[in-house]
């Protein structure tokens, strides 16, 4: 059987998506692979439809115009109203983001936020304390989900989408940056171009688990890391994920030689009470990658 080239793009497309998402999902069981697969099997090239009249606001107030519909490409993401919902946003990382994507592309690429809380004045609060003026869908009565039945696992609830809307990749930028590279790669028009090779080395961190007891509320922990380079080639920390938007890291922007260390600042902010147990994920050159370090606590 003969394919287009058009076939074999999309073939190619297909098998690296599933790559990066399969690596998302490397420490997971293999149940939570076999669903990723499944996702990008019922996912890639379906129609993601918007609602007739969708009426964008600035901080859940004041009513925007916000074109979208005719962009060569848009970036969806839907935050539901199930689990934390400052750690799902993550206001600080998407304006990195937009502003990444932004500096790179010579079209404009849209950022389409669907948010559907149970309360309001969660997402206004969130997006006042963190000055994210980026325009935002208010899906108070769950339509946008109700026309597309989204899954229920928040990593593919961010999608890529071309001008008609399909689905070109799915996954979410802020929680994995192949994930990011895979939406920049395919908006720059190099779907299957291959990467040239990055020079691996050895890390270690003094600490993969904190527990900071017991704490008061608005009582600010901070905590001090080594990072050291146990390999022969320079480390790069690439980027780093937090799994709330109330920790806060650190992390050196230089490399950092073999033979030497570098520290890394982890704080966290408690804004309520009750245990806590968070993750923070480094992503650098080293073949351990990626680090994880576990947080965690009681807020009284």
Same mark, same amino acid.
Request: neutral net charge; contains cysteine; proline residues 5%.
């Given at each position: 059987?003969?394919?287009?080239?058009?076939?074999?793009?999309?073939?190619?497309?297909?098998?690296?998506?599933?790559?990066?998402?399969?690596?998302?999902?490397?420490?997971?069981?293999?149940?939570?692979?076999?669903?990723?697969?499944?996702?990008? !099997?019922?996912?890639?090239?379906?129609?993601?439809?918007?609602?007739?009249?969708?009426?964008?606001?600035?901080?859940?107030?004041?009513?925007?115009?916000?074109?979208?519909?005719?962009?060569?490409?848009?970036?969806?993401?839907?935050?539901?109203?199930?689990?934390?919902?400052?750690?799902?946003?993550?206001?600080?990382?998407?304006?990195?983001?937009?502003?990444?994507?932004?500096?790179?592309?010579?079209?404009?690429?849209?950022?389409?936020?669907?948010?559907? #809380?149970?309360?309001?004045?969660?997402?206004?609060?969130?997006?006042?304390?963190?000055?994210?003026?980026?325009?935002?869908?208010?899906?108070?009565? !769950?339509?946008?989900?109700?026309?597309?039945?989204?899954?229920?696992?928040?990593?593919?609830?961010?999608?890529?989408?071309?001008?008609?809307?399909?689905?070109?990749?799915?996954?979410?930028?802020?929680?994995?940056?192949?994930?990011?590279?895979?939406?920049?790669?395919?908006?720059?028009?190099?779907? !299957?171009?291959?990467? #040239?090779?990055?020079?691996?080395?050895?890390?270690?961190?003094?600490?993969?688990?904190?527990?900071?007891?017991?704490?008061?509320?608005?009582?600010?922990?901070?905590?001090?890391?080594?990072?050291?380079?146990?390999?022969?080639? #320079?480390?790069?920390?690439?980027?780093?994920?937090?799994?709330?938007?109330?920790?806060?890291?650190?992390?050196?922007?230089? #490399?950092?030689?073999?033979?030497?260390?570098?520290?890394?600042?982890?704080?966290?902010?408690?804004?309520?009470?009750?245990?806590?147990?968070?993750?923070?994920?480094?992503?650098?050159?080293?073949?351990?990658?990626?680090?994880?370090?576990?947080?965690?606590?009681?807020?009284?």
């Amino acid at each position: 059987m003969a394919y287009s080239d058009r076939s074999i793009m999309l073939l190619n497309l297909r098998h690296l998506i599933l790559l990066v998402v399969l690596g998302m999902l490397a420490s997971c069981k293999s149940s939570s692979s076999n669903d990723a697969v499944r996702i990008v !099997g019922e996912w890639q090239g379906k129609e993601v439809v918007f609602p007739n009249n969708p009426v964008f606001t600035i901080f859940g107030q004041d009513t925007v115009d916000f074109n979208f519909r005719e962009a060569d490409y848009k970036v969806v993401s839907y935050v539901d109203s199930v689990g934390c919902v400052s750690c799902k946003l993550q206001l600080d990382r998407w304006k990195n983001i937009i502003h990444r994507i932004d500096s790179v592309s010579a079209v404009r690429v849209p950022f389409v936020f669907v948010f559907s #809380p149970d309360k309001l004045r969660d997402v206004m609060y969130a997006t006042k304390s963190g000055g994210f003026d980026y325009p935002i869908l208010l899906d108070l009565q !769950g339509e946008f989900n109700a026309l597309n039945h989204f899954p229920a696992n928040f990593n593919f609830q961010t999608m890529l989408l071309d001008k008609d809307n399909k689905v070109l990749a799915i996954g979410n930028p802020v929680q994995s940056p192949k994930v990011l590279e895979l939406y920049q790669s395919i908006i720059l028009g190099k779907d !299957g171009e291959s990467k #040239p090779q990055v020079s691996l080395t050895e890390a270690a961190i003094d600490q993969n688990t904190i527990d900071f007891g017991e704490i008061e509320i608005g009582n600010k922990q901070e905590t001090k890391l080594k990072l050291t380079n146990t390999g022969s080639k #320079p480390l790069v920390v690439q980027d780093v994920v937090v799994s709330c938007g109330c920790t806060k890291v650190e992390y050196p922007r230089v #490399p950092i030689m073999p033979g030497e260390a570098g520290e890394v600042v982890l704080s966290y902010d408690p804004d309520k009470k009750g245990a806590f147990h968070k993750t923070v994920t480094l992503y650098c050159n080293a073949k351990q990658s990626p680090l994880r370090i576990s947080v965690s606590g009681r807020v009284e």
